[in-house]
């Protein structure tokens, strides 16, 4: 009845009233969070602080006073000159107001944007404390308004729990007890978070206040900043104004200047144009001038000109008399060297018979013959070489003889010389004119002519000499050079051309000083131009290359047309003349000059040719070349011309008159005709030259002879190409259509290039149509005829004997078949003119008197298959005006395979009969035909007879076949597919084999669904002997064992069988893809793919679902199933995980990365290949090889000494290949060049994944799983590689960033720069680092054009001492960049000589000073910047200052850390060196003084070591006191306070008050006896008393100290020791004072008991020591200390 009850409560609940939702926080941590509650000035306070004290900062050194008050240090009258720019120009300044004018320093500047920043600041702390008030207010509201809200419903849900109660609804009742309670907790907690919120909002008003306060300590800088602002305003409108007027004086002075030179520009132009108009002028005169005296110097050179020509005839007819004489010469010479060499050989002869007679009389003796002749050549060669050697010693004497006297005679002269020109005389020599090549061969050839050559024998001889002396004369080729210039001095020198001016009486003539023409030094300027060019022109010379837009000439430089100039046909003595056009072919302005003809053409060809001066490109100008022949011979020769490119020729031909002639055709087949029928052929012979001749045929066979006459039949060196391609065009016509035989080509046609050319192609022509003639069958009974041949082939009628020029005569030949049988005849064409050879040709014909043939006697029916029907039909025709029977015959061998049908038949008159040839082969073609049949070619040649009646000789024809199998061979005969898994394909290639000599189609049929045959899926053609793979691919469907056949069908039926077996294998675990296809990826990038390996085994019910497998094996245990990916070496490839277990009915997911890179062997080659480009282009070129002219005797004396000594074995030393570092320069430089020059690239990769049951995890690592082979599952990928579109262009390419080793909170930075390098933009988006790591990314770029580069930062700032490893992607359209940042933060860590945190300095003299070091140790890996502060020297020491002093609002005594400081405004304590640098593992020594200016016992400071400017490493408290006098008393209880009196310093002097002797003061010493039930210890105090290590002089050296009233003491129960003794400088002495209660001692009263302590030194000092003595029970004591 419960849930009635609540549903009847909760409709209640809702008709009575609404229902209130309350939001509860049941963590207690309210709906206003903590971090908004906590206080302002603890979140703030560094900003806040830092904030404040630079304010005060500022109001301290009085920042923005007006000018009166600091001295008018802005008011200045300089101008910055960083703050306004020079131009270069002087210009007058305007005036610029005074208050512009005052100079705004950079500090100045950089003072009021701090102090800016610093009030901005102040403010927003101000604006965002105000926000924080006013939304905790607002929070504090709604935490109000929420309590209102819960308290109406605690009191609304009172009511109805009471009217529910009154309903007696105890479930109602209960809930809303439950929801009371839930109200009332929910109320305290709203009370909690009311009064929270309340102190915070109490907390934020006090630091609001705060603010307020300081903000109105600054409204002074607030003002004063406003006023600065307003002066750095106007300064720099003023400096605008400046930078304006300066920029509006330099575009004033531009355009004056440009105006000046705009009117100086034209000035010029003005005045060339009058110096052109009088050039002008004076050129037309002088040009007047100069055509006059043009006309006379023509006339003087063409009379010079004809008297040269005559001169040159004169000298060409004495060169050729001196030829025919030198002629003569050769001829007489060359019989007397054949006289020579006849007598020399019988000579040799003789020797020879002496020597054989020597031989058998030594053999008769007993001798050696053979030792003996070898020992006398020896001898005799010994000899010749001495003599050599002898001779040549002589002439070297000679020749140092020689060359001795020579240079003292060259010595003499030019002594004399020297003396001639000290005494003042002066010789005028003429050297002799060197003759030219011409004049010394043609003295050359006179000489021989005279006859004053020498004898043969001394030429022999000299050449015998000079070939051994060849070696020493090239060892002194520069001397001998000297020697022939000297000589040739010599004989220049030797005669004066005019007798009588050697002589000493003669005088030369002295033109008097009035006579001579002055002219001026050098020459006129005629002669100085004229001068310049011809040096300028013999420097140059005569061709200039030719270069036009930056390309040179090469080649002819004018065209001629035409090309050749040809004089065909002409007669000796009449007159012929050609133009020729010279075009300029060259790129711009050539000249051309003509040079002439060649010498033997000069007497026969005149050339007119008038130079036309510059010939722009493509101008053209003609020649006329006129050619006179006197012989009637052949010319050929050049007309060479000089163009300034060069010297070019134009071929020259004129030819005779020639006749030519041949036949159209050397054979004449009549063919085949019956006997006494008549046919005509004709035959044309053609003369295709200018001189036509008479001809004669003759028919003797013996004058005929055809083989030794072919070689007669060319026709190329008889006329020339022109020639011979006009005779083509005239014989075209003469061809003879109506000849129904075959013809062998024209003569004309063939291409026979001499008259010495084999007559091979012309026999091998005839033997080739005669051997077909001749398989014309031949009838018994009918003779071939050789006899008579000429009755039955003749001529017919001839209508001339005369073949004119360019003409042609057809001779006709008549064939009249007489007697059966092949005819043959051959004709010789003889011509009158001896120049013709003889030509011949054949006529050949066949005679039959059978009327019955066939026109095919051979039927040809190619190749044939075994068991196949070929059918053909053979047409016999007849010329019988009769029917005639006839009966077809097999051979007996070949009737099982070969039928004509029908076997009898009659052929009508005239006409023709059809029979049908059946050929079927049997495979026993081979055995039954016998000879007919040939094994290797498989060629059948099957003879058919056809038998006519009444008559005896049959007709035969002949059956031709090749015969071949139809037969496929498979290779292998079985194929074996192995195991093979269900989810994979395995194939393997087959060979088709086509045994046969025709192309076959082929096809498998029936093949299982489990299999695939291609290419096309299993048909196909494969052509004759072809060897054909195909593929045959095994997919198994389920776990079993396979055994079928491949039958593969021919186009003839013909089936062959393939046998496979193969085992499929169900693998437990599956792949969800077996193949995966990359995306195209970059280099360096990396791509992945996921996929899953799934156990699906869950059951072992073989009847329901397919189990897992080998075979017909055991099935796989349901459990779990290990997996392993083996990976190639070296791929690109990662699979993660590549081992794992899969449990049943789960599966495994793997991620496949491919990621290409470049494998380090490839990078290696291309290093390789780099260094050895670098040393092929430092190595020098090698030295270049001897000269050819390399005297012979020495190459031989060369040889022979190599070739004596012994060869020794040369080994190469291979140099060590230097290792290759994958950190090198040239390492990073190729693998960036490979990166950029990538080619595309596709790889294909197969991974095995093998399988085995069990969990790896409960495996052993010594005890591997139990994979099975067949259980293998294969992975396919396909993985493309393109070109990354996005490189890093700096630092070698790397992409791995190392910063190394960075302090912890420091920061490096590296730039990195990016380059776009495929041919379009790219959009760059960068990966998010890791926000809380030390890598920040740094001005990255949105995107790269193409070819271009941009920089990004990367910073590297590391929070704590670690090693950081991170990957920046940056991805594009067309892949990913990969940049990986590796560093290393180190702490930087110090460690200080110091023990503890406190340094005492001790005491010092005031006005003196103390100094003390302490070590600074770098225990890091990275140098240190350091920094020494002491807090005196604070900017927060004024705030400090402002606080209570510790002894009125504390406790304690001392907690103030910048005690007493020197009233001379210098810091007490001070450290050098304040700052630097520590390297790793270094110590630097600091030195720390400490010098107090007056008296006081409380001088402290605390220094700070800060690192990098940020950390506080250590806080050393520094303490030190000082004295006036040099002793002092430590210990006793402390009687005043750390914190000096802001009192007036009392004016008494320092000399005033060492010169008091006494000073009291007062030593309090509370002992406190601990009273214990045991034994109990007396209480024990010390007292220090030191004297001073001081510098100034004294007296005293010591001091000296006594207790007075020690016996009071001891009466007491003090013990005091020592009482008495001395103290030197710098020690200390401690006094130990104990105390035991007497038995008179009242426990309730303190004992008080006083003494004086007296020090002498260098002053008096009396202490007055109160010794305060007391009991403490132990139990006291031990409250208080709890």
């Known amino acids: 009845m419960a849930p009635p009850t609540t549903n009847r409560g909760r409709r209640a609940t809702r008709e009575r009233g609404p229902v209130y939702f309350c939001l509860t926080n049941t963590e207690g941590t309210g709906l206003f969070p903590e971090e908004q509650m906590a206080d302002f000035r603890f979140e703030n306070k560094d900003d806040l602080t830092e904030t404040i004290s630079n304010l005060e900062e500022f109001k301290r050194e009085g920042f923005g006073d007006l000018p009166g008050e600091k001295g008018g240090d802005i008011a200045s009258k300089k101008v910055d000159k960083n703050a306004s720019f020079d131009f270069g120009w002087k210009y007058k300044k305007k005036k610029i107001p005074a208050n512009r004018k005052k100079k705004v320093t950079y500090k100045d500047r950089v003072r009021t944007l701090h102090l800016r920043r610093n009030i901005n600041n102040l403010d927003r702390i101000h604006e965002e404390k105000k926000f924080l008030i006013m939304k905790t207010k607002q929070d504090l509201e709604a935490c109000l308004q929420r309590i209102d809200s819960i308290q109406k419903q605690k009191i609304q849900v009172e009511a109805e729990i009471q009217m529910e109660k009154e309903a007696h609804n105890i479930a109602a009742v209960c809930r809303l007890q439950m929801m009371h309670q839930r109200l009332c907790t929910e109320l305290e907690h709203e009370k909690a978070l009311e009064e929270k919120i309340s102190t915070v909002l109490k907390e934020n008003e006090e630091n609001m206040w705060h603010i307020e306060i300081e903000e109105g300590k600054f409204s002074g800088l607030r003002e004063n900043l406003k006023v600065e602002e307003e002066k750095l305003a106007q300064f720099l409108q003023g400096q605008a104004e400046e930078r304006l007027l300066q920029a509006k004086m330099v575009a004033v002075r531009i355009d004056r200047n440009k105006n000046f030179q705009l009117q100086k520009a034209m000035e010029r132009e003005k005045s060339y144009e009058l110096h052109r108009q009088k050039v002008v002028a004076e050129a037309k005169k002088n040009h007047k001038i100069a055509i006059q005296f043009l006309r006379t110097t023509l006339a003087k050179v063409h009379k010079k000109e004809a008297k040269e020509e005559k001169k040159s005839q004169e000298y ?4 050729m008399d001196a030829i025919i004489a030198l002629k003569n010469n050769i001829t007489t010479n060359r019989d007397t060297i054949q006289k020579l060499r006849a007598w020399d050989k019988a000579k040799a002869h003789l020797i020879k018979k002496k020597e054989d007679a020597e031989k058998e009389v030594i053999a008769a003796q007993g001798g050696d013959a053979l030792k003996q002749t070898l020992h006398e050549k020896q001898n005799m060669e010994l000899d010749i070489r001495r003599q050599l050697f002898e001779e040549e010693q002589k002439i070297r004497k000679c020749e140092i003889v020689s060359r001795l006297l020579k240079e003292e005679a060259e010595e003499e002269k030019r002594k004399q010389r020297q003396l001639d020109l000290e005494n003042g005389k002066r010789w005028i020599i003429k050297a002799k004119k060197l003759p030219s090549l011409k004049e010394r061969t043609w003295q050359h050839f006179i000489d021989i002519c005279e006859g004053q050559t020498e004898a043969l024998t001394n030429v022999v001889d000299s050449h015998k000499l000079s070939g051994e002396s060849e070696h020493e004369r090239s060892l002194s080729v520069g001397s001998t050079d000297e020697e022939s210039l000297n000589n040739q001095e010599e004989e220049t020198l030797t005669e004066p051309e005019i007798m009588g001016l050697w002589t000493e009486k003669y005088k030369p003539y002295k033109v008097p000083k009035d006579e001579v023409e002055h002219k001026p030094v050098g020459g006129t300027k005629m002669e100085q131009d004229i001068l310049a060019n011809t040096l300028e022109k013999l420097r140059s010379g005569i061709i200039h290359k030719q270069v036009v837009s930056g390309r040179e000439f090469k080649g ?36 051309c000059k003509l040079v002439g003809v060649e010498d033997h053409l000069k007497d026969f060809i005149t050339i007119l040719f008038d130079p036309p001066g510059p010939m722009s490109a493509g101008i053209s100008c003609e020649v006329v070349i006129t050619f006179k022949p006197m012989i ?18 134009i071929p020259l031909k004129c030819t005779t008159k020639k006749c030519v002639l041949s036949l159209d055709k050397k054979l004449i087949d009549f063919g085949t005709y019956v006997v006494g029928e008549i046919v005509s052929r004709t035959i044309t012979l053609e003369n295709h030259g200018a001189l036509g001749t008479k001809f004669q045929v003759h028919t003797d066979p013996e004058k005929c002879d055809f083989e030794a006459n072919s070689l007669y039949v060319t026709d190329s060196t008889l006329y020339s190409v022109d020639d011979k391609f006009t005779e083509e065009k005239s014989t075209s016509n003469l061809v003879d259509i109506q000849s129904e035989v075959y013809c062998p080509p024209t003569l004309d046609k063939v291409p026979v290039t001499s008259s010495q050319v084999s007559e091979a192609p012309y026999e091998e022509l005839y033997q080739e149509h005669t051997v077909i003639r001749i398989e014309e069958p031949i009838y018994e009974g009918v003779e071939t005829n050789f006899g008579d041949d000429q009755a039955e082939i003749k001529l017919g009628e001839i209508t001339t004997n005369e073949i004119g020029p360019f003409g042609s005569v057809k001779i006709p030949v008549i064939f009249t078949p007489i007697i059966p049988g092949s005819s043959e005849a051959k004709f010789q064409l003889t011509f009158k003119n001896p120049d013709c050879k003889p030509l011949c040709f054949t006529a050949v014909g066949l005679a039959i008197i059978v009327p019955v043939w066939v026109p ?138 086509n045994k046969s000599l025709l192309p076959q189609e082929f096809g498998f049929i029936s093949i299982p669904k489990y299999v695939e045959i291609q290419p096309n899926d299993g048909f196909g053609t494969i052509l004759p002997l072809q060897s054909l793979f195909l593929d045959v691919i095994f997919k198994p469907s389920k776990a079993k064992e396979y055994n079928f056949q491949l039958i593969c069908i021919s186009d003839i039926n013909r089936e062959f069988k393939l046998s496979c077996k193969a085992i499929g294998v169900h693998p437990p675990l599956e792949l969800s893809h077996y193949r995966i296809k990359f995306a195209a990826t970059a280099l360096f990038d990396m791509s992945t793919v996921t996929l899953y390996v799934i156990n699906s085994h869950i059951n072992m019910n073989s009847l329901t679902h397919a189990v897992p497998r080998i075979g017909t094996g055991e099935i796989a245990p349901v459990g779990p199933t290990s997996f392993e990916f083996l990976l190639p070496n070296n791929a690109p490839i990662m699979i993660i995980p590549s081992v794992g277990t899969v449990l049943p009915g789960k599966k495994c997911m793997v991620e496949v990365i491919f990621k290409p890179v470049l494998s380090e062997t490839t990078i290696k080659k291309e290093v390789v290949k780099m260094r050895n480009r670098k040393l092929a282009e430092s190595q020098p070129p090698k030295e270049s090889s001897p000269k050819k002219g390399t005297k012979m005797s020495t190459v031989s004396l060369k040889a022979a000494v190599k070739w004596l000594k012994p060869r020794a074995s040369h080994r190469r030393e291979r140099r060590r290949s230097e290792k290759i570092k994958t950190d090198s320069e040239d390492y990073l430089i190729a693998k960036a060049a490979l990166t950029r020059g990538f080619q595309e690239e596709f790889r294909k990769y197969v991974i095995p994944c093998v399988i085995a049951s069990g969990d790896i995890k409960d495996k052993k690592e010594t005890a591997p799983m139990n994979f099975s082979p067949y259980n293998t599952l294969y992975l396919e990928l396909y993985c493309p590689t393109v070109a990354p579109s996005i490189v890093v262009a700096s630092d070698s390419g790397k992409t791995v960033f190392n910063f190394g080793d960075i302090a912890v909170g420091h920061r490096g930075i590296k730039t990195i720069t990016l380059q776009n390098v495929c041919p379009e933009y790219l959009d760059l988006e960068f990966s998010i680092l890791n926000p809380y790591g030390p890598f920040i990314l740094l001005c990255p770029c949105r995107g790269l054009q193409s070819n271009e580069s941009k920089d990004i930062g990367v910073s590297f700032s590391p929070r704590e001492s670690n090693t950081f490893l991170e990957t920046l992607d940056i991805m594009t359209k067309k892949g990913t960049l990969t940049l990986t940042m590796v560093g290393k933060g180190v702490a930087s860590t110090i460690t200080c000589s110091i023990e503890g945190n406190v340094l005492n300095m001790g005491y010092v003299i005031a006005g003196e000073t103390a100094t003390t070091t302490f070590k600074l140790h770098n225990s890091s890996t990275l140098p240190i910047k350091y920094a020494i502060f002491l807090e005196s020297l604070s900017l927060m020491r004024n705030k400090e200052q402002l606080q209570m002093p510790g002894f009125v609002n504390n406790s304690e005594r001392r907690t103030t850390i910048i005690g007493t400081q020197n009233y001379n405004g210098h810091s007490v304590f001070s450290i050098s060196p304040v700052d630097g640098v520590i390297e790793p593992g270094k110590t630097q020594d600091f030195t720390l003084t400490f010098s107090p200016d007056h008296e006081s016992l409380y001088f402290s400071d605390r220094m700070q070591v800060v690192l990098f400017n940020k950390r506080i490493s250590h806080q050393i408290l520094l303490k030190g006191a000082a004295r006036e006098h040099m002793m002092f008393v430590e210990g006793g209880d402390p009687l005043d306070v750390t914190v000096e009196s802001l009192a007036v310093i009392n004016s008494v002097s320092e000399v005033d008050r060492r010169e008091d002797a006494e000073e009291m003061k007062a030593i309090i010493l509370t002992l406190e006896y601990i009273q214990m039930d045991s034994a109990s210890t007396p209480a024990t105090r010390e007292l220090q008393i030191g004297c001073i290590r001081t510098s100034q002089p004294t007296q005293k050296k010591s001091i000296e100290f006594n207790l007075d009233n020690i016996h009071l003491l001891q009466h007491k129960g003090f013990t005091v020791e020592p009482f008495r003794g001395i103290v030197e400088r710098g020690q200390t002495k401690t006094i130990n004072v ?49």
């Open 316 to 319: 060409m007819k004495r060169r």
């Open 556 to 591: 002819c430089p004018f065209y001629s047309k035409p090309d050749l100039i040809h004089f065909k046909n002409f007669d000796v003595g009449k007159t012929y003349k050609k133009k020729m056009t010279l075009i300029n072919a060259s790129y711009t302005i050539n000249y």
């Open 632 to 649: 009637n011979k052949d010319l050929e020769g050049n007309i060479t011309f000089l163009a300034q490119t060069g010297s070019f020729s």
């Open 856 to 993: 095919k006697p051979n039927v040809d029916l190619n190749i044939c298959m075994y068991d196949r029907l070929y059918q053909e039909a053979v047409i016999i025709q007849t010329r019988s005006k009769a029917a005639l029977r006839l009966k077809f015959e097999v051979c007996e061998k070949l009737k099982k395979h070969i039928e004509l049908l029908p076997e009898t038949g009659y052929i009508q008159a005239q006409s023709s009969y059809s029979v049908q040839l059946k050929f079927l082969p049997r495979l026993s073609l081979s055995e039954d035909a016998g000879e007919y049949f040939d094994e290797e070619t498989r060629v059948l040649q099957a003879p058919m007879t056809i038998r006519v009646a009444d008559q005896k000789r049959p007709v035969k024809f002949t059956v031709h076949a090749i015969v071949t199998t139809s037969d496929l061979e498979i290779e292998p005969k079985e194929v074996d597919f192995g195991y093979c898994t269900i989810y994979e394909a395995v194939y393997t290639k087959i060979t088709l084999i």
């Open 1634 to 1682: 104990s105390w035991v209660p007497t038995a008179d001692f009242d426990p309730d009263q303190p004992l008080v008991v006083t003494t004086f302590l007296m020090l002498r030194g260098d002053v008096k000092e009396i202490y007055r020591l109160v010794f305060i003595a007391h009991v403490v029970s132990e139990w006291i004591l031990g409250d208080s200390l709890k």
